[in-house]
């Protein structure tokens, strides 16, 4: 059975950093794409960052885009995100999804079928 577990959840200041890891387990997966959603408090789902099976294409949300980035490193079965110059906004829970099927191209809307239980980021002023 495909799980992912992730970590790094913090409370951070505004401006700070934060690093989310997520390990899988149960999955191919060296040709799964991955990708990071959040949640915040009444609000629906947001796509955050997604990478392709091999770690050479990556889409971000307009919202993160040139602040997050999203790395992988196969061996570990473990996927990263990177987050820098923290907002309020980036208060959310935060879920890493994988998508099974093999050496697809970035799939944000349909792809992603395995989940995470989620990571909780507050961002306090």
């Known amino acids: 059975q495909a799980q992912l577990a992730e970590s790094g959840g913090a409370v951070v200041q505004v401006g700070g950093s934060l690093r989310l890891s997520c390990v899988a387990s149960?999955?191919?997966?060296?040709?799964?794409?991955m990708a990071w959603f959040r949640q915040a408090p009444g609000k629906e789902r947001e796509f955050v960052a997604a990478?392709?099976?091999?770690?050479?294409?990556?889409e971000y949300g307009d919202s993160v885009a040139g602040r997050f980035t999203i790395t992988r490193f196969n061996p570990k079965n473990a996927v990263y995100l990177q987050m820098n110059n923290l907002t309020l906004e980036v208060t959310a829970v935060y879920y890493c999804?994988?998508?099974?099927?093999?050496?697809?191209?970035?799939?944000?809307?349909?792809?992603?079928?395995?989940w995470g239980q989620g990571t909780q980021v507050a961002v306090s002023s």
């Open positions: 990478l392709t099976w091999n770690g050479v294409t990556a």
């Open positions: 999804a994988a998508d099974p099927d093999s050496f697809q191209p970035i799939r944000r809307r349909t792809g992603f079928k395995v």
């Open positions: 149960g999955l191919n997966f060296n040709s799964a794409g």
